[in-house]
């Protein structure tokens, strides 16, 4: 059975950071496309980061970029996400993604591409 789980989500105050973990079961990465996605207590899921299948192209949200950090490991079946200098307004759930692919493209964050999804992980950023 696929499955992909989340960890690492927490409290922490602003300026502070987050690192977000998730593994994959059932099957392995190589030829997936995985993201990064959130959602906010009453607002929409939105896109936050995405990595190629060999983790040559990222993709990052602009209310993200030179915050946060995506990276893969194939071999070990996770993907992390690196978040620093937060702010109230990156208080979510957090959600791992993945989409099969056959070639080393670059990624977007458009959730009806993704394919499984993890069950979520919250961040909560308050002084």
């Known amino acids: 059975q696929l499955q992909l789980v989340e960890s690492g989500g927490g409290s922490v105050q602003p300026g502070g950071s987050l690192r977000l973990s998730c593994e994959a079961y059932?099957?392995?990465?190589?030829?997936?496309?995985i993201a990064w996605f959130r959602q906010a207590p009453g607002k929409e899921r939105e896109g936050v980061a995405c990595?190629?299948?060999?983790?040559?192209?990222?993709n990052y949200a602009d209310f993200v970029k030179g915050r946060f950090t995506m990276s893969r490991d194939n071999a070990k079946r996770t993907m992390s996400l690196q978040m620093t200098a937060l702010n109230p307004e990156d208080t979510a759930n957090y959600y791992c993604?993945?989409?099969?692919?056959?070639?080393?493209?670059?990624?977007?964050?458009?959730?009806?591409?993704?394919?499984?999804w993890g069950q979520g992980t919250q961040a909560i950023v308050s002084p």
């Open positions: 993604a993945v989409r099969r692919t056959r070639s080393d493209s670059e990624c977007r964050l458009d959730e009806s591409e993704y394919d499984w």
């Open positions: 059932g099957f392995t990465l190589e030829q997936y496309i």
């Open positions: 990595i190629s299948m060999s983790g040559s192209h990222t």
